[in-house]
Nanobody, 122 residues
Framework: VQLQASGGGLMQAGGSLRLTCAFSGITLDYYAIGWFRQAPGNEREGLICFSDVGGTTYYADAVKGRFTLSRGNVKNTVYLQMTSLNPEDTAVYYC????????????????WGQGTLVTVSS
């Protein structure tokens, strides 16, 4: 099983960015895909998750209304669309896979990809 988060970069506040989680060895039929982030000095924070059964679940109030998830146009990808970015969104973003259903707790996840750095300047 492999997951890879990509699409990070340097953005100005107020901008938008789309991250991609590409995965192999699992399918959305049996796994949920969650996005987490970790800012310097902070613990990994659960943000949002998608499962075929439950749809989209938000775990962080700070991203509600600004971040959305969608299936990718390419098979076995999930997009994290981020809008109205602010400097507090600066972090390494990770996607993970959890069997069957969504969870906002990182310890529940079975597989992780390498993160992608998002830096938002003011």
């Amino acid at each position: 099983v492999q997951l890879q988060a990509s699409g990070g970069g340097l953005m100005q506040a107020g901008g938008s960015l789309r991250l991609t989680c590409a995965f192999s060895g699992i399918t959305l039929d049996y796994y949920a895909i969650g996005w987490f982030r970790q800012a310097p000095g902070n613990e990994r924070e659960g943000l949002i998750c998608f499962s075929d059964v439950g749809g989209t679940t938000y775990y962080a109030d700070a991203v509600k209304g600004r971040f959305t998830l969608s299936r990718g146009n390419v098979k076995n990808t999930v997009y994290l669309q981020m809008t109205s970015l602010n400097p507090e969104d600066t972090a390494v973003y990770y996607c993970g896979a959890h069997a069957d259903y969504c969870s906002g707790s990182g310890i529940d996840y079975d597989y992780w990809g390498q993160g992608t750095l998002v830096t938002v300047s003011s």
